[in-house]
């Protein structure tokens, strides 16, 4: 990987050469809360935000698209939307590039999917380094680095980024603007590396991951399921801020008396009272606490056993998000403390 150094002051400008690689969306603030947004004016990004409301998953698999349209005489019609619209999205941090190379997996594996795959290659990714507050676990979840999935990462190295090129088109940006990068020396990598041990420390949480799948196999009956069904409250926030939440529903809407119309999609939630209900009336998670337990066992435990890693990358976005209080850490925390209730 090409490793090069901006300095800091010439930020700016970088960012006003980019714009000729698509619209430039950001984080900008909102009642003290983060959203990316297409940007009006450069000093609206706000590159040192916690987390953003929504992560960048609404661009690739949008809360709401149109598929297809249906017309009698016309059939099947393609609906290209805004696919091929080119976007820059300029401070994206390392869980979230991580969540979209585990979308990455399901959207192009087995069953790929061209909506989420044509917006991957037209919208380019410039990650940016954060600083861990009281609700990031990336760290345990091993997500708090990344070394693919972006165009660029931009690292704080005092009065310069360090820039990790990731592709060709990131490639193309710099050189867009090659005055401006810099070679690193020995000096910037040891700044880099100091500041990484740095931002180590700052982590507030620790979550032991290795024998998390273990543990969800023999707590498949505890009670802790129905303690939280009954607090939940199915409202699906959890899924919906969820940055690696990939569930939709498909239906047609058809236009009274034309039986023309179009196919949409829509964000979905495991924690919805319909989500597994079928043709038929059966519903083979009519419980809340089938539910709330499901959404967990797909991210620690179903996600493992497919793809080798939990789908959850510590962004803390769904402690926040719920309102019940349901807290991912504290569930992991207690059923590892179940094991040893067990075994001492
Ligand atoms: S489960 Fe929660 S902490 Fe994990 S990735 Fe999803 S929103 Fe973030
Ligand atoms: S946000 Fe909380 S209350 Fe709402 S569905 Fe998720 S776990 Fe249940």
Redesign the pocket.
Known sequence: MKILKLPKDKLDYFASVVQSFGEVHAPVEQDGKFAFKRLARWSEARLDYDRTILPPKKYFLPPRETLFQFKPGAGYIPFAGDMEKKIVLFGVHACDVYALNILDMVFGGKYPDPYYLERRKNIAIIGVECVPDAQCFCRSMRADFVDHGFDLFFHDIGGYYLTMVGTALGDDMVLATRPLFEDVGAGDIDEYKRRSGEKRKKFQIEVEIRDLPEIFEMEYASAIWNELGE?????????AVCPTCYCFDVADDVQLGTRAGGRTRTWD?C?FATHALVAGGENFRKSRSSR?KFRFYHKQRGFVAEYGRPSCVGCGR?IS????K?DVIKVLDTLREMQHVVSH
């Not at 998000?321 to 019940?324: I, S």
């Open positions: 607090k939940c409250l199915s409202c699906g926030s959890c899924s939630s924690l709330v769904c998000a719920c309102p019940v349901i």
